[in-house]
């Protein structure tokens, strides 16, 4: 598999935060599994995952263009089948994320590259 390179998503959103944006790589807390690769805008606590921040996996990133969120499956771990988050819709935004569960997931600062080169932790 070919490695892509994505590049920060300027917009709104980014500017609210105080322009800030890092490339997070996501995985089980469980059995260490890489979930996907997240664009993080300003400081604070990883709470929601907004779809329109999701790079990857495809299946993934495509949840943006679904209409409904009823749509939407919860978020697990495809190998251990851990609950990593509930599909929302954030309020204050209008926008569609997942509500994620503390604790079930890691975070790792990446380079914006998928597949990164260590896949599990």
């Known amino acids: 598999m070919a490695k892509v390179k994505f590049k920060f ?6 500017k609210a935060r105080g322009g800030y944006s890092k490339f997070l790589d996501i995985y089980c807390s469980n059995c260490k599994q ?5 664009q993080k805008d300003g400081p604070g ?4 995952l907004y779809f329109d921040r999701i790079f990857a996996p495809k299946y993934l990133a495509d949840l943006q263009n ?7 499956k919860r978020l697990e771990c495809h190998r ?12 204050k935004e209008n926008r569609k994320s997942f509500h994620l569960e503390q604790g079930a997931f ?15 932790l």
């Open 9 to 14: 998503k300027r917009d709104k959103y980014r």
């Open 34 to 38: 890489y979930l996907l690769l997240y």
């Open 45 to 48: 606590p990883l709470k929601r």
């Open 66 to 72: 679904l209409n409904s969120i009823k749509e939407i």
């Open 80 to 91: 251990c089948q851990q609950f990593i988050g509930m599909p929302i819709i954030y309020q």
């Open 106 to 120: 890691i975070k790792k600062v990446g380079k914006g590259v998928y597949p990164p080169e260590n896949a599990s």
